[in-house]
């Protein structure tokens, strides 16, 4: 166990280390130069130059790679070109609420999953299965961000429950900011939550028809004892796989959707940066996402192990 | 021989209800946009403040923006973009990732282990993350969401290209193949493809959906399709900021968004149980 | 009064092209410390048989008939009574070992699960219990394997773990269904000689089910034929092999291999395939296989005579299957 869990941190540390080198190049290759832009176009070329000089971009990229990394490491990220603020202050604040969105999303949607998976296994075929996987497959078709929006003409301006958008800051009481992240984080779980719930269902039905689980029911345990007992955790594996992938999905989801309801969050830092040509806070932003997006994937790959024997002794 | 083959192909078409409802709707689709390529009901450009705000109407179906365009024709003229955009980076993906995916499962080796770590890399960076990228760089455009939305394809294909080509080369008859004296090029373009094209053809049914999802996203967010070119995205956009005004207008693009991207799936459901009728078999 | 009595039992099974007479008026009876052996080709209801008795047939079937055991008619149990008697009075060994265990719990849990849930027995107890018939099955070193997961076993030691968690209750009767099938040759009549063994020292009933006529007639007291859902002859082993009268039962006989025939010799196989049991013919169902069939075959189903006492067998043309020489079935 302790081989795999060392296996998998060196692929992490490989995979994490892979991209930030893309992340760097693509931003090296941009054009347009970052002190052009904070100066804007009238600039003298002395200006630029000294301005060049100063932020350090005269240096080679190999050396300006590494003394990102290390800045990084020790959370010194430098100043944003736009706002002349440390990146660090600005990125704190933004995934403080992109964090507990993404995780309240992520548990909505398990939930739902669950819960809806479930119930559409046990009633296969019957009328609250097929609705429960109409509704399902409709679930999966809308884009997130159009759902919020009806969510937002829905319960903020037709019934005016709930914030229409915005965030108060967590010095407000942490009810306050549940509330705002509600809505969105709604809007995130439909469609997660409708896909895992199909996937669930499946899988569910799929275990149900091997051969141990008719061990099982032979052995005298009933159907529900057999469900819980020998289907939910063999089950769970191909939802395991699912929900990682779909994490990422829903972590560009909030991208989106913080827009749609103005919370300011990583997504809508890194489109402000985009349209301030703010590239380094870009560069941060998107490394950070994708450092997200790969540690889940780890943590993922170690719960796929925990929840199957068999793949401690195959690992490669 | 061929006859009865191609009769029960159809028949079981027939039997599918999601194929049926989803080759409908998605032919919908289709027959909009070729329509709106030479007729709409009004027009999806001309900007006519005094227009502005019609309710739904014979000459508006669906009534106008705030600019004063006719709603309905920007929805059909926008199916035109969506598709578009679709085609193209399905394409891209699908060109490259079935290549890449024949090349490591022919090759094995190093070659496969490049080429699939490179793919588990590119996993982490999802299509609208590595769009805002790309617009990062190049700036926001319609070409570049394609782009965007193509590259994050690849993997997609070559992951499941390889896997299912993988399983064919383990089979006797590729094994018969090789013993004859086959070489690895042609083996892979007699046996192999056509036996995963199935299951290919359902992954890009999917994809192309996605693809949709994807690129109203980004329009969405301003970084996909520019203005004036009409683009469900954009559409919702521009009703945002009107919701409370006319919420209708932020009901219709996504209509037709969820439209076609069921239907596409519907279509891919239905494709899998015709083509593949193992996946779908219920003891 | 025996221990199994089945009477008329009939399954009908719910397939997508209309219903399948998956088993038809099977009836037989079997007393304690007996064995009953049921053979017959793949899709011949011998396994649906098997479930019937276990209660555990697809969800869209019918059972008919009646399963008396110790008197007592489990087809008019609830599934809850049914749950106290799975496991603990009937108990069942299936065909396919590498796919019977479940991946993700230790061979000890799934060893432990009965006698907790049946005998009540507590955690340790249980695990007591366990190491104790893991050996018993021949499990050699049970104090390592007990922890071990179903991947780490060979097939043969899965079949062991799977007799184990059969006989766990001490059934009253233990199905075995085609348990060595899967297994190598060289481990099959290990697995079969373990089965016997446990089941006279424990004096359970034993049903075996198999397709090879040989392993058949090595472990058993009386025999049942089945083909096409139904039963086309049975009584003691020894009766049936002293003469095989049905058609269909010289056919098997004839398609087993044997040790000493020439080489050159070819060996026999019946012709055709099994009946469509969607769409039964109305007559004797081996028709349009059997080398003696007339037109009253195709019309009129046979009943299951008795040609001396327990010997009973269903055909029209008992007289000329009784006459044909063993000769004849190798031609």
């Given at each position: 166990m302790s081989v795999f869990i060392a296996k998998r941190v060196l692929t992490l540390i490989a995979t994490l280390i892979g991209a930030s080198m893309v992340i760097f190049l693509v931003m090296e290759i941009l054009p347009g130069d970052p002190a052009l832009v904070i100066l804007g176009v009238d600039a003298s070329d002395e200006a630029v130059r000294a301005l060049t000089k100063e932020l350090g971009l005269d240096r080679p990229p190999v050396e300006r790679y590494w003394s990102w990394i290390t800045g990084l490491l020790q959370g010194e990220l430098g100043n944003s070109y736009a706002y002349k603020v440390p990146i660090w202050e600005l990125i704190e604040g933004a995934m403080l609420i992109t964090l507990p969105l993404a995780v309240m999303s992520i548990a909505l949607s398990i939930v739902l999953a669950l819960v809806i998976g479930l119930y559409a296994a046990a009633n296969h075929n019957k009328a609250g299965d097929v609705t429960l996987m109409g509704i399902s497959q409709l679930g999966i078709s809308i884009p997130n961000f159009w759902l919020a929006i009806l969510l937002i003409i829905l319960f903020a301006i037709e019934l005016r429950w709930l914030p229409a958008g915005g965030f108060p800051g967590w010095d407000e009481g942490i009810l306050v900011c549940l509330k705002a992240l509600l809505l969105p984080s709604l809007a995130l779980a439909t469609v997660v939550g409708a896909i895992l719930a199909r996937i669930t269902r499946s899988s569910v039905l799929e275990v149900f028809r091997e051969d141990y689980v008719r061990t099982a029911r032979a052995k005298g345990l009933s159907q529900r004892a057999t469900l819980w007992r020998h289907v939910l955790r063999n089950a769970l594996i191909p939802v395991l796989t699912v929900t990682g992938i779909q994490f990422s999905a829903l972590l560009t989801g909030t991208v989106v959707v913080e827009n749609v309801f103005h919370i300011p969050g990583l997504g809508s830092l890194v489109l402000k940066a985009i349209n301030n040509r703010d590239t380094i806070v870009v560069e941060n932003v998107i490394l950070l996402l994708a450092t997200m997006v790969i540690t889940v994937n780890f943590i993922v790959d170690i719960l796929y192990a925990v929840v199957d024997p068999r793949l401690k002794a195959h690992d490669i | 021989m061929s006859d009865t083959r191609s009769l029960s192909f159809l028949s079981r078409c027939r039997r599918s209800r999601s194929f049926m409802v989803g080759g409908i709707m998605t032919a919908f689709l289709l027959v909009c946009a070729a329509i709106s390529l030479f007729w709409t009901p009004g027009s999806a450009y001309d900007i006519t403040i005094a227009n502005r705000f019609l309710p739904p109407s014979a000459d508006h179906w669906l009534g106008t923006d705030r600019f004063g365009r006719d709603i309905a024709s920007m929805l059909m003229t926008g199916t035109q973009n969506s598709i578009v955009v679709a085609v193209v980076a399905v394409s891209i993906g699908l060109s490259m990732g079935v290549s890449l995916g024949l090349l490591a499962a022919a090759r094995r080796g190093w070659t496969e282990e490049i080429i699939m770590r490179l793919s588990d890399f590119s996993f982490a960076f999802p299509a609208i993350l590595s769009a805002i990228m790309l617009t990062a760089i190049f700036g926001p455009g319609g070409v570049n969401s394609i782009l965007a939305i193509g590259l994050y394809n690849i993997p997609v294909f070559a992951r499941l290209t390889r896997g299912s080509a993988n399983a064919i080369w383990a089979r006797e008859f590729v094994m018969a193949a090789r013993a004859s004296g086959k070489g690895r090029l042609r083996i892979t373009f007699e046996h192999i493809l056509p036996n995963i094209l199935s299951i290919i053809i359902v992954q890009a049914t999917i994809l192309f959906a996605i693809a949709i999802l994807a690129e109203a996203a980004l329009s969405y967010l301003g970084l996909g399709t520019q203005p004036p070119e009409p683009s469900w995205g954009r559409m919702l956009n521009e009703a945002q900021t009107l919701m409370f005004l006319d919420p209708m207008q932020a009901v219709y693009p996504g209509l037709a968004i969820a439209t076609a991207v069921f239907g596409l799936n519907l279509l891919g459901d239905g494709l899998r149980d015709i083509l593949d009728p193992r996946l779908s078999r219920k003891r | 009064m025996s221990l199994l009595n089945v009477k008329n039992l009939s399954v009908i099974l719910a397939t997508n092209d209309g219903p399948a007479r998956a088993v038809r008026d099977l009836s037989f009876s079997l007393n304690k410390g007996e064995t009953l052996g049921i053979v017959g080709e793949s899709g011949c209801g011998k396994s649906m048989a098997a479930l019937a008795l276990m209660g555990l047939l697809p969800e869209l079937s019918e059972t008919r008939g009646e399963i008396l055991l110790d008197e007592e008619n489990l087809l008019d149990k609830t599934e809850a009574e049914m749950c106290r008697i799975r496991g603990n009075r009937l108990a069942m060994v299936f065909q396919e070992p590498m796919t019977s265990l479940n991946p993700v719990h230790t061979v000890g849990n799934q060893i432990m699960e009965p006698l907790q849930l049946h005998l009540g027995l507590s955690e340790s107890a249980a695990r007591e219990e366990a190491l104790h018939l893991m050996d018993r099955v021949g499990i050699p070193n049970p104090e390592a394997r007990i922890d071990n997961y179903p991947h780490q076993l060979s097939g043969g030691q899965r079949q062991r773990v799977m007799i184990a968690i059969a006989l766990s209750c001490k059934p009253d009767v233990l199905i075995a269904d085609e348990p060595t099938t899967a297994l190598d040759v060289t481990i099959q009549d290990q697995i079969l000689e373990l089965i016997q063994n446990l089941v006279q020292e424990d004096g359970m009933a034993l049903i075996l089910i198999s397709h090879d006529l040989g392993v058949i007639s090595e472990n058993t007291d009386n025999i049942l034929v089945m083909y096409g859902g139904a039963a086309v002859e049975k009584g003691g082993t020894e009766q049936i092999f002293n003469e095989l009268v049905h058609p269909y039962t010289q056919g098997l006989f004839a398609a087993m291999p044997k040790l000493g025939r020439a080489r050159t010799m070819r060996l026999v196989t019946i012709p055709g395939t099994v009946p469509d049991l969607i769409n039964?013919?109305?007559?004797?169902?081996?028709t349009d296989r059997c080398p003696i069939a007339t037109d009253i075959c195709r019309n009129t189903p046979p009943p299951l005579e008795e040609i001396e006492p327990r010997h009973a067998v269903a055909c029209h043309h008992l007289q000329e299957a009784r006459s044909r020489k063993t000769e004849e079935l190798f031609s």
């Open positions: - | - | 039964l013919p109305a007559g004797c169902t081996f």
